[in-house]
């Protein structure tokens, strides 16, 4: 999953950045309103974790300029502001959760975690495809019961695929969602992980469209 990171204390951003990494989300980090608008009308992204006291443009600005344009990635704004009428606005606004500075990193995640859950259409936090059984919170994946080790790769391009099944992504679609601005592409990555899911998943369960990308097939 690629996230969005709009934050301009350097600190801060640091260790979010670090953290999201760490879960193996890509992450492109801005510092102001302005590159965050930028950012967004260039790129697509699964969630945004916006702060709005920002330089040149206020993040409820970016949001309600994400909203007019029928931009629905989920939004979660993270910010000091914690006067009931700045949360409403913000809410109002087209949020879809709140989290106050100081925030707790594990709560942080959590409501990454849900909000991506609530973007797929999911309300459980484990789910099953077929005989695959998947945890997106703890990223273990399970065939018949038996465990299975994915690379953070490997991984990235399985969640985007099976939490659509039916939809078809091309393999632009899927280096996006792997990889941030920073992160160099190999030309044939996308083709290494699916043969890797294929071999340790079974060899059925990710279909290629030709000339057109890959899907994990509705039930």
């Known amino acids: 999953m690629r996230l969005l990171l709009v934050e301009d204390d350097t600190m801060i951003g640091e260790v979010v950045l670090d953290?999201?990494?760490?879960?193996?989300?890509?992450?492109?980090?801005?510092?102001?309103?302005?590159?965050?608008?930028?950012?967004?009308?260039?790129?697509?992204?699964?969630?945004?974790?916006?702060?709005?006291?920002?330089?040149?443009?206020?993040?409820?600005?970016?949001?309600?300029?994400?909203?007019?344009?029928?931009?629905?990635?989920?939004?979660?704004?993270?910010?000091?502001?914690d006067a009931v009428q700045q949360r409403v606005a913000g809410l109002d606004a087209g949020?879809?959760?709140?989290?106050?500075?100081?925030?707790?990193?594990?709560?942080?995640?959590?409501?990454?975690?849900?909000?991506l859950r609530r973007a797929a259409g999911r309300a459980e936090p484990q789910f099953e495809y077929k005989n695959i059984t998947i945890n997106p919170a703890t990223r273990e994946v399970a065939v018949e019961g038996t465990p299975v080790t994915l690379s953070a790769r490997e991984w990235a391009v399985l969640e985007a695929l099976i939490a659509r099944p039916g939809v078809v992504l091309s393999r632009a679609q899927l280096e996006e969602k792997l990889y941030s601005w920073r992160d160099e592409v190999s030309s044939n990555a996308v083709e290494v992980y699916i043969h890797g899911l294929r071999k340790k998943l079974g060899s059925d369960l990710i279909q290629n469209v030709r000339g057109v990308g890959y899907m994990v097939p509705k039930l």
């Open 19 to 81: 953290l999201l990494r760490a879960e193996h989300y890509a992450v492109d980090w801005v510092k102001d309103g302005t590159m965050a608008e930028t950012a967004l009308q260039t790129q697509t992204y699964d969630l945004v974790i916006l702060d709005l006291g920002l330089p040149k443009k206020d993040g409820l600005e970016v949001l309600r300029g994400m909203r007019a344009r029928k931009d629905r990635t989920p939004v979660l704004v993270a910010t000091a502001r």
């Open 95 to 115: 949020a879809d959760d709140y989290v106050l500075k100081p925030y707790e990193m594990d709560e942080l995640l959590a409501r990454i975690r849900a909000l």
